[in-house]
């Protein structure tokens, strides 16, 4: 007998392991390059290992997204065991991953597969699977993740700049700068992209400015606290977001490889869907 329908995303979307168990969600995982070693995401390599890696390298690793091949081996699979596919992937403003996603589903004939680009990344696109996950129908499913898009938020907290230096995302100065002045970046996502919002001095002042961001947007539907190889602030920060928000349900989610690469450790961030 087959299930209804299955809901598949990216190792991008950090997932909680308890998630992808309980409601089958398959995680076709994007590779990590560090020189000419290659990894696949969440498989090969998990948070732990990558970080310590990262920590050790003189270069940033670069990623690669799963090719079309990757996606039609799945939904292959899938159409023998369900009815159709909800597939929500990352942002296709800064990943291939999505259109990967659509070559992929064109060239399963037969079988219903519906590609969504979530226009954010890493834990919004976990609650859109559970969105997803939890529907009846694949047309629910489609139309409970679509109305989600516009609303999802990620704010972030850098521990250092030094990963957005190698990455070549600032100068050289401005990231010596920054590191003399003790600045900790804030960044947020509009349109799909990564935007900076603002810049505190010292983590002590960040964290709590990162919490005033957040309440600015509120009330929300889903909430999540991520973090990267932090995770006392991540509990820290949880424990006052559930006291002030007794209605949502707070999780914590750990930040993969392809953010990571980005962020560096240290990184704590909520991500939620507005009301």
Known sequence: MTSRFRVVTDSTSDVPTEWRERFGIEVVPLRVLFGTESFRDGVDLDGAQFFERLGRAERLPTTSAPSPGDFAGVYERLSRECEGVVS?????????????????????????????????????VAHLCRVAAEAETLDEAVRRVEERVPRQRVLALL????????????????????????????????????????????RSRAIPRLIEHLRKDLPVERLAVMHAEAPGDAERIRTQLATELPDVEVEIGELGAVLGTHTGPGTVGMAYITR
């Open 88 to 124: 929500i992937h990352i942002s296709g403003e800064l990943s291939g991953t999505v259109e990967a996603a659509r070559v992929g589903a064109r060239s399963v004939e037969g079988f219903r597969v519906h590609v969504v680009d979530s226009r954010c990344l890493t834990v919004c």
């Open 159 to 202: 521990d250092t700049l030094r990963y957005l230096e190698m990455g070549g995302r600032i100068g050289r100065a401005q990231a010596l700068l920054g590191t003399m002045l003790d600045l900790k970046p804030i960044l947020g996502l509009s349109e799909g992209r990564v935007v900076p919002l603002d810049r505190v001095r010292t």
